[in-house]
Every structure is written in C-alpha cells, then in structure tokens.
C-alpha cells in the first residue's frame, strides 16, 4: 500500500517535470502516431533559433507561410515537414 503511494508521486513528479520542458505544447494524448511524431520533430526542431512558439498564436493562413520557410531553416525533410504540418494543424483545431 505504501509502496503504491510512493511510486504514485513519484509518477506525479516526473509528469510535472516532463511538463516544463515542452512549453506551448498542449499535454493532452495525441490519438495518432502521425500527430504524435509530429509533435516529437516540432518539439525538438523548432526551439534552436528561438523558444517554441505557441501554435494558437498564428491562424492556419501564417502557418501556410511561415511554416514551409521554418522548416526549410530547421532541414526538416518533405515527410518530416509534413507531420509538423499534420500536427500545427491538429493543435489548431483542438
Ligand atoms: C535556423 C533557425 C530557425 C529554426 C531552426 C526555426 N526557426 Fe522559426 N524563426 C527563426 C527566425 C530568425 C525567426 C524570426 C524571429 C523570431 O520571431 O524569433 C523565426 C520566427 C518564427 C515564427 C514567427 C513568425 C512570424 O511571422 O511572427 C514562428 C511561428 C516560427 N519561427 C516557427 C518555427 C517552427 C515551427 C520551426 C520548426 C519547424 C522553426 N520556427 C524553426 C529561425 C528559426
């Protein structure tokens, strides 16, 4: 009993912890691997130059033009883009 509590907070702890590292990112479960991935490239391509940027900020229209020249700047592949797109526009809608 006491050892399932223990193990609880230290679940706890590292979800919060986890949480501070991807600001702008929205903790909710993602429902595809797609999205997924998507995430995981954004989350980890996109803070080189700058902090991540909150998705919510820009309408679907600016993603059109700034994401295609951000990805050309990260060296993200066609496929790769493509799932950061997939995943921006997720993100927008939900
Ligand atoms: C090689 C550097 C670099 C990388 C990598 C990069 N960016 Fe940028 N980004 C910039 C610069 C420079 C600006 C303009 C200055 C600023 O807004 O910080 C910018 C601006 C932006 C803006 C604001 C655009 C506007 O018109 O206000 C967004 C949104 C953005 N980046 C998203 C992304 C995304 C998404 C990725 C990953 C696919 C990414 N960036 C990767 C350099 C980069």
Redesign the pocket.
Known sequence: MKKGLIAFSILLLTASCAEKTIPNVSEVELPTVELKSGKA??TK?????????T?D??SAE??D???P???H????SDSD?AL?KAY?AWELVN
């Open positions: 490239i954004y391509k996109c803070h080189r130059c700058h902090k991540l940027k998705i900020s820009y600016q993603w033009n700034i994401l020249d951000m990805a700047k990260s060296r993200l883009e950061v921006i």
